[in-house]
């Protein structure tokens, strides 16, 4: 039984990489990889997946710096401390990209990391708050094109959106999910230009639900933005 408890205080686990848990020596101190402390362990595999992400997606390093920034001031105070690695380093990410108006979704991340959407978003809105974070004021001119892009629609079409989601936002919508009303606003710019994009097309390019989009195209089309 002696030589039981001595093997449990010598196991390091298998799942340390994905700092979820700490592995300890036979003389029951911290590993060498850990020996400065495990908030410190964990900030740097947060760091080490923000740079992992950056490249995936080609984010400039001005993002990648801010997000790392960022990851220092959330572990530093402890509020990310059960959140698995990758979601930390996600919602840190995505907490640098609407700071810097980089069109990256929550979609986006999740994907990249195998993650829930909702589960990031949750960390978003939780390093805002206690971090007292103002989100910025996204327009959505910057998805438009990105949409635009994604569904191959032509310059014309492309111009157009940007036009509608600008008369959209001085009409009041400005409060819309900006990958909701960029997509909205690329579909009706498709649909006056006679090109064929489906409302199911832009959705999926924008990340957020068919459902979504159209109840947008509805409050546009009200707004008398188009």
Not at 34 to 63: C, H, I, N, Y
Not at 83 to 89: F, G, M, N, T, W
Not at 97 to 110: G, Q
Request: proline fraction near 4%; include cysteine.
């Amino acid at each position: 039984m002696a030589h039981l408890k001595s093997f449990k205080r010598g196991f390091v686990s298998s799942r340390e990489k994905e700092g979820q848990f700490i592995g300890w020596h036979r003389n029951g101190g911290m590993n060498s990889n850990q020996s400065f402390g495990r908030r410190e362990w964990r900030t740097q595999l947060v760091k080490k997946e923000v740079d992992k992400l950056a490249m995936e997606m080609s984010l400039p390093d001005s993002v990648k710096n801010d997000s790392e920034r960022i990851c220092d001031e959330v572990m530093a105070r402890n509020l990310m401390s059960r959140r698995p690695v990758p979601v930390v380093a996600a919602s840190s990410l995505y907490t640098a990209c609407r700071e810097t108006h980089t069109p990256v979704t929550l979609r986006d991340l999740a994907a990249a990391t195998d993650s829930n959407p909702r589960e990031i978003g949750r960390c978003y809105r939780s390093i805002i708050n206690r971090m007292e974070i103002s989100p910025p004021d996204l327009n959505g001119t910057r998805y438009a094109t990105r949409v635009a892009s994604a569904v191959k629609a032509s310059p014309e079409a492309a111009e157009m959106s940007l036009q509608i989601v600008k008369n959209a936002i001085q009409r009041g919508l400005g409060g819309r999910n900006p990958m909701t009303l960029a997509a909205a606003a690329v579909y009706l710019a498709c649909l006056i230009t006679g090109e064929d994009s489906r409302q199911s097309d832009v959705a999926e390019a924008a990340g957020v639900s068919e459902v979504s989009v159209r109840e947008c195209i509805k409050a546009v089309r009200h707004a008398g933005a188009v």
